[in-house]
């Protein structure tokens, strides 16, 4: 259905200078859910919707930092019985819902690493563009 809350809830983030790096610095972010549990919420009316608790982790290899962002993301559905059952048997969520939700991890937590990982002079998780002059005719 539809994402309509995001909180950060916590962020660590660390930079190892005695890594000494010799090669290319390979970047990998992972989003992980790591509960899913029915809230309700007051300002909806009392409704009941989807909190997912989920932990974004970029590691750098070599090990020269590594960046965690934990919270919360609440998600309305049509049927939360569904989500939860499948949650309390797989440990996994629907795939649409898991593709809408995982999808937005990663343009909210990339953005937020991005900034951090700038902070602590390490590689940012995404290429930056870079201009390049007009090729003469």
């Not at 009392?46 to 070599?62: A, C, H, M």
């Amino acid at each position: 259905m539809s994402i309509i809350g995001l909180s950060f809830n916590s962020m660590e983030a660390k930079r190892d200078r005695d890594q000494k790096v010799r090669a290319e610095i390979k970047v990998n972010s992972v989003p992980r859910i790591n509960d899913v549990k029915e809230v309700t919420i007051s300002t909806l009316q009392g409704k009941k919707v989807i909190s997912l608790d989920f932990e974004f982790v970029t590691t750098y290899d070599p090990k020269v930092g590594e960046i965690k962002i934990g919270g919360d993301l609440l998600y309305l559905t049509d049927d939360n019985k569904a989500m939860l059952k499948q949650w309390e048997k797989e440990k996994k969520i629907p795939e649409k819902p898991s593709l809408e939700i995982l999808n937005y991890l990663f343009r909210r937590c990339l953005i937020k690493v991005s900034v951090i990982a700038e902070d602590l002079q390490l590689p940012p998780p995404l290429p930056m563009p870079t201009v390049k002059p007009k090729e003469s005719k």
